[in-house]
């Protein structure tokens, strides 16, 4: 078992002891009514996502709460932060509670809403924060359209700061970024699509901590894709500035290289970039510069992605390939294992201030057993999300969560072992 969260962190051989819903004892050769074999796996916390998609309300031709959720738990996740660009937009109490009771009642794994930061996402006047709090969201963002106005970066942050709320900003300066559909660079050139630079996210980046600095506030930056970003959250951090940043499992895994053969599931926002900026998101991950993996989950029908490369809606699927693709960082000796899964765990925990994230008796026991070798093809039928977007159909993965438990139970058990 591995707990990053301990205070001396435990790596070794044990007994998990779980009594109604609570980890109650950790160690060697405990006795139980009931014992579950999971020899030669990893138990670890159960996974936090801080970038999910659930898409319902309004959008449950891509994904629903039940969907979405039990993808989660295939995954390995006990807990998903999810986006408020739902329809309506989740930016008012009532949107909040509909999210919320939903998940309730499918139980199958925590869904922490994330509020809008302004109504609708225009970017113009503030969302219900304070209603929304109440109702239970653990952040603002506007993701998958950037705060553009500064002036308005700055009120934002100055309310998120009264409700001790992160703010998650989608760095894209759309004034740069120009609509280009993919990454600025060679690739672009080469196969006729309009790029957008790697300094749209770093310029948004440097104008933020700018506000950041001046009002103190909680800043999060979403799926950080560039070397730049990282070098600019690194001083930040080394200035005590409070700012935290999540890495998609697909911006570490894929260059935009992927995009050659124009499969519209290797168009994203941001874009996938160079060999360079993965390098430089790896090295932030292993020096805590970057806090947390997050999957950004974006489910698409074919409506949105069987057309033009130039004309898809971006995003692709992420919670149940995103173990996989990260052990086969662990397995390439590329990354830590016990970083990588800080990173799924605790980390996230720590950057929204979430319960979880650890195996400490009197824990709730939410817990991911992973079997770090277990093959997985992944196919369309094999995919427990509504859609299917995801540009690694067809091939062979290996690592994957056999067991999540929540409060105890099995939300999801590949093997039937608690059956
Ligand atoms: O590729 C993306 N898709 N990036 C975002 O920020 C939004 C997401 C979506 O909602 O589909």
């Known amino acids: 078992m591995f707990d990053p969260a301990a205070q001396r962190p435990v790596d070794q051989a044990a007994d998990v002891r779980i009594t109604s819903g609570r980890i109650v004892e950790v160690g060697r050769g405990l006795v139980a009514p009931r014992i579950v074999d999971v020899k030669d796996m990893w138990i670890v916390p159960g996974l936090i996502d801080l970038h999910v998609h659930l898409r319902e309300p309004g959008q449950e031709y891509k994904e629903d709460i039940e969907t979405g959720t039990r993808a989660a738990a295939a995954g390995g996740f006990t807990t998903v932060c999810c986006m408020a660009n739902t329809k309506p937009v989740n930016d008012q109490r009532a949107v909040t509670e509909l999210i919320v009771r939903r998940a309730r009642e499918v139980g199958l794994v925590r869904v922490r809403p994330i509020g809008a930061i302004t109504q609708g996402l225009e970017g113009k006047a503030l969302a219900d924060i304070a209603e929304m709090k109440d109702a239970g969201i653990v952040a603002i963002s506007d993701d998958g359209r950037p705060l553009m106005s500064s002036g308005l970066m700055r009120r934002a942050l100055e309310y998120a700061k009264t409700f001790d709320l992160p703010l998650v900003q989608h760095a894209e300066d759309l004034d740069l970024a120009e609509g280009g559909a993919m990454n600025e660079g060679a690739?672009?050139?080469?196969?006729?699509?309009k790029g957008q630079p790697a300094c749209?996210?770093?310029?948004?980046?440097?104008?933020?901590?700018?506000i950041v600095e001046w009002t103190g506030a909680r800043y999060h930056i979403a799926h950080v894709s560039t070397a730049r970003t990282v070098a600019l959250v690194r001083d930040a951090k080394r200035r005590g500035l409070p700012v935290t940043c999540e890495v998609t499992p697909h911006h570490l895994a894929l260059t935009d290289e992927a995009c050659s053969h124009y499969d519209?599931?290797?168009k994203m926002m941001p874009p996938l970039r160079t060999q360079a900026d993965i390098d430089a998101l790896l090295e932030?991950?292993?020096?805590?510069?970057?806090d947390a993996i997050a999957t950004d989950h974006a489910p698409h029908s074919p409506v949105e992605k069987d057309v033009e490369f130039e004309c898809a809606t971006p995003g692709l699927l992420g919670l149940e390939t995103a173990l996989p693709i990260i052990l086969d960082f662990v397995r390439m000796g590329t990354l830590d294992d016990k970083r990588a899964i800080a990173a799924l765990t605790g980390g996230p925990a720590r950057t929204f201030g979430l319960p979880g994230g650890n195996l400490a008796v009197g824990a709730v026991a939410d817990i991911c057993v992973i079997d770090p070798e277990r093959p997985m093809m992944l196919t369309a039928d094999g995919i427990a999300s509504k859609s299917k977007n995801t540009p690694f159909l067809g091939q062979q993965l290996a690592g994957r969560a056999v067991l999540t438990l929540l409060e105890g139970?099995?939300?999801?058990?590949?093997d039937g072992r608690f059956r």
């Open 409 to 414: 139970r099995a939300v999801y058990d590949l």
């Open 264 to 266: 519209t599931n290797t």
């Open 284 to 290: 932030g991950l292993a020096d805590g510069t970057i």
């Open 200 to 210: 749209a996210e770093s310029a948004m980046v440097a104008r933020d901590l700018e």
């Open 187 to 193: 690739v672009a050139t080469r196969i006729g699509i």
